[in-house]
C-alpha cells in the first residue's frame, strides 16, 4: 500500500525524549520522485502523465540516492548477503544494482496522512517491472 506522508519538517520538530522502556514505531518507505517524462504538475504539485492520461493519473518513479546505500558499499556485506537477491547469479547482480542507490527513508506512522493508490508499470516488450509507477488521482 502506498502512503501520503507529511513534509519532514512537519514531523522532526517534535523532540523525542527516550527511556530505557520507551518504544518507537518507526516504517520503512522507499521514496518516489516525478518522472522525467512528467513535465506538467497538477494543484498539489503531482507530476501529470503525459498525452491523455494527464486528467487523472500522475507519473513517478523510484527515487534514486546521489551516493551508494554505505550498508551496501562494503566487501563483505555483499558477499554475506547476495543471496538475498535473487536465484540466479545474474537476477542477483541486477537487483544488487538497482538497490545500491535506492532511497529508503523512516517514518512514524502519525505522518501518514492518507494513502493512495498507485501501479507498478510494465515495459511491454519484456513483461518485466520497470521504475515506473502510475498513481490514479481522483478528481473532484
Request: charged share 20%.
Amino acid at each position: 500500500m502506498m502512503y501520503n506522508v507529511g513534509t519532514h519538517a512537519e514531523w522532526s520538530q517534535h523532540m523525542f525524549v527516550f527511556s530505557p522502556s520507551d518504544k518507537m514505531t518507526l516504517i520503512l518507505v522507499r521514496w518516489f520522485s516525478s518522472h522525467p517524462l512528467a513535465w506538467e504538475r497538477d494543484l498539489l504539485c503531482r507530476p501529470r502523465c503525459p498525452g491523455a492520461f494527464r486528467y487523472n493519473h500522475c507519473l513517478w518513479r523510484y527515487a534514486t540516492s546521489s551516493r551508494p546505500r554505505g550498508v551496501m558499499v562494503d566487501v563483505t556485506s555483499k558477499t554475506e548477503n547476495i543471496h538475498y537477491f535473487g536465484r540466479s547469479a545474474r537476477d542477483r547482480t541486477t537487483l544488487w544494482k538497482e538497490e545500491l542507490s535506492a532511497y529508503y527513508g523512516l517514518i512514524t506512522p502519525s505522518s501518514i496522512l492518507s494513502s493512495v493508490s498507485m501501479s507498478r508499470e510494465y515495459d511491454s516488450e519484456t513483461m518485466q517491472h520497470t521504475d515506473d509507477w502510475l498513481e490514479t488521482v481522483t478528481v473532484a
